[in-house]
């Protein structure tokens, strides 16, 4: 018979969660990293170097969605959509190992900040959860439509330049806005216009600086 986890076993499985999401090394993705079967690209140190803070921001996204996703299962109030955020969770933790192998083949490193927006991130998720289910549904809606809008973004600036970071962002991008139709056919509420915009903004503020630290 399953346990039913208190509470306080929720917060050392999170605890445990972002322990092993902010430590570099620590996660291993179930599948393979996409675009292996790809040549190295032969790119030159600006590009080398621009590509790889592309990658640290998307890196840093998926640091940011477990911190969300998280934050959310525990207040949320239905086990059905607390189990649906834990296996978002889960199926994002590839990701941040694709972006992290990809930035280690680029010899470059995760952001320093990383800690600072997994809190955030928690603090974020915890807060859409007390609202209810409905608005913290539409709330994974919002956050993986801004998340498939900077993909989206970056696709575009690498222009075919890097096909190993290309082919991790198309894959990426395909499961973020999956996970976008499924918590709006959840009973996800949409968000307004107003609300998405102030999103926006906050994500420009940690795309700006996690590109360099």
């Keep these: 018979m399953p346990r039913n986890h208190s509470f306080s076993d929720r917060l050392v499985a999170h605890l445990d969660n972002a322990l092993k999401t902010l430590s570099p090394g620590s996660v291993t993705a179930r599948q393979p990293t996409p675009g292996q079967d790809q040549q190295t690209p032969?790119?030159?140190?600006?590009?080398?170097?621009?590509?790889?803070?592309?990658?640290?921001?998307?890196?840093?996204?998926?640091?940011?969605?477990?911190?969300?996703?998280?934050?959310?299962?525990?207040?949320?109030?239905?086990v059905q959509v607390r189990n649906s955020?834990?296996?978002?969770?889960?199926?994002?933790?590839?990701?941040?190992?694709?972006?992290?192998?990809?930035?280690?083949?680029?010899?470059?490193?995760?952001?320093?900040?990383?800690?600072?927006?997994y809190g955030l991130s928690y603090a974020m998720g915890a807060a859409a959860g007390l609202t209810g289910d409905k608005w913290s549904l539409g709330f994974v809606a919002a956050t993986e439509d801004q998340v498939?809008?900077?993909?989206?973004?970056?696709l575009h600036q690498i222009d075919g330049q890097d096909p190993r970071s290309t082919a991790i962002l198309e894959r990426m991008l395909a499961d973020e806005q999956r996970h976008a139709?499924?918590?709006?056919?959840?009973g996800g509420q949409d968000f307004p216009a107003r609300a998405k915009q102030v999103m926006t903004g906050i994500s420009k503020v940690m795309t700006q600086t996690v590109y360099r630290i």
Excluded at 87 to 106: F, G, M, N, S
Excluded at 181 to 186: F, G, I, K, Y
Aim: aromatic letters at 4%; a negative charge; hydrophobic letters at 40%.
């Design 42 to 78: 032969s790119l030159s140190a600006a590009q080398t170097q621009h590509i790889a803070g592309l990658m640290r921001i998307n890196h840093t996204g998926e640091v940011c969605a477990q911190g969300l996703y998280q934050g959310q299962a525990l207040t949320a109030k239905r």
């Design 85 to 117: 955020m834990q296996q978002a969770a889960d199926e994002e933790l590839d990701h941040l190992a694709w972006c992290e192998h990809r930035l280690t083949e680029l010899n470059s490193r995760t952001s320093f900040l990383n800690p600072v927006f």
């Design 148 to 154: 498939s809008a900077h993909l989206r973004n970056h």
């Design 181 to 186: 139709e499924h918590a709006l056919s959840a």
